[in-house]
């Protein structure tokens, strides 16, 4: 049976760990704080006291980590991942980062022998829990099907959209979509609101028809409550929209809708709310507004 | 049986009153020009001269017009449907109009012993066609309970959201909604274009994940393909966004996002392309962006 490295054992990655474990795989975790590796560890993991010697044991590698820093650290420390990984193993970076730093990090891989994917997910601590994570997937063909049996632990949607960084780009894109329709809900949510109407019933039947969507389907109720324990921070939603933003510019392609969104996004965090839900995202709209709207 | 008055036989109407006669109702139609009229005709229908002669031989009255001129000419014209309806029939508008012309056309039917409910829907021709429409009812519960089997051969969700009215605050959100994801989408698709990622995966990864949407699910393929046939003309989801637009600025709610969206459905019909369906938002974007991109 493959055996699998798990580093990065944070509110997602906790619970992907876990589905690893309950499909049969063998997995050495590694995290940088200790309680959740002891969590872990009783549930029938190994513990490693490095990325490097996670490798050392793992035919398999997944890192799900905060941000770029994270991952290259992980990976390129002097006790990192890169520096003990087999030959033809598999590096499977689930985090959600730059697609550069992903092309780079797939670049040096290769260069020591290693296999490597991208494989952000979509989601949510829910869909992680669920193992019903969407996973877009950059790499080549055959290294995608050799991941797919792990994988397949983690996610129901698991689709291999490019090679190294395009599962990165089309994570950037996902990004600008959920920011985007949570922008949209708050300002109808508003409109509904200040009309008088009952939100709940007119969720469900707005959800019925070409204006559905998964965020009004899991996320229009609790906001429309005030209910912003998170769930997905704005900070972290911040952070990939402007990878997404800045791969947007670069290449020359005009947003004018997402970077309205983006200026939103920066208003809660200048707020004082950069650690809540991304659905906080309507208290800047009621904040805009008249407050007898 | 209940006998049903149908008046507006456009691409929506036909189809809906198609289903109206597939369920059973006795159906008298009529409409401006002549075409749809024999054709519902040859299916079973009934056809009166004028919205008074329907509303003379029917318990209910259905409008499925263009806009608010058009539901006041046919309800309110010498020749209309309240000069002829039957003391405690019962109108149903479903054409999207403005929800204070709808609230004046209730009191009016109201003052002449005639029961009104506003009942816009979403889903497109597809939903007409297959009687899955999402209906969002505005009267009261009573009327609202009285139309429920009429309603079900039209759609598959129908909620009432408030009193008269309410139906047409509850579509001018859905309409808000529908753009602003379609512009959410145009960008999304040029982002990944510009990167090079087979757009046909990406959006089957996306609409997997919380990204997920209707728009997403039935319309990107297209709009990534330049197959702009209507569907609902860009013209049409113009007014409609004016109207939610105009009564959140009325009510105070301040709409950034839903403004830009505003802007660039104007900038197609700006372009000529107001008869195209709306996902030609998407020629908007592209002419703002690198050729390259």
New interface residues.
Partial sequence: MTSIGFIGLGIMGRPMARNLIAAGFDLTVHNRSRAAVDELAREGAEVAGSPAAVAGSSDVVITMLPDSPDVESVLLGPAGVLAQANPGSLVIDMSTIS?DVTRSLGLEAQSRGVRFLDAP????EA?ARAGT????VGGSPEDVDDARPVLSAL????????PVG?GQ??K???????A??I???S??I???R?????TS??F?????????????R??AEAMARGDYSPGFRVDLHRKDLRI?LD??RR????????S??D??LLAVSAAGKGDLDHGALLTV?EG???S??
Same sequence: chains 1, 2.
């Fill in positions: 697609p997910v979509s989601g949510g869909g994570l969407s996973i877009m996610g129901s949607t698991i689709a291999r959209v490019g395009a780009t089309v950037a894109a996902n990004q600008v979509l959920v985007g329709t922008a949209l809900v300002e109808a508003m409109l509904l200040a009309n008088g109407i009952d019933e007119a469900r039947v707005l959800d019925g028809g070409l204006a559905g969507s998964a965020v009004l899991t996320k997404a791969s947007a290449l020359g392609v005009v947003t004018p809708v997402s309205v969104v200026q939103l709209i805009l507004s008249s007898t709207a």
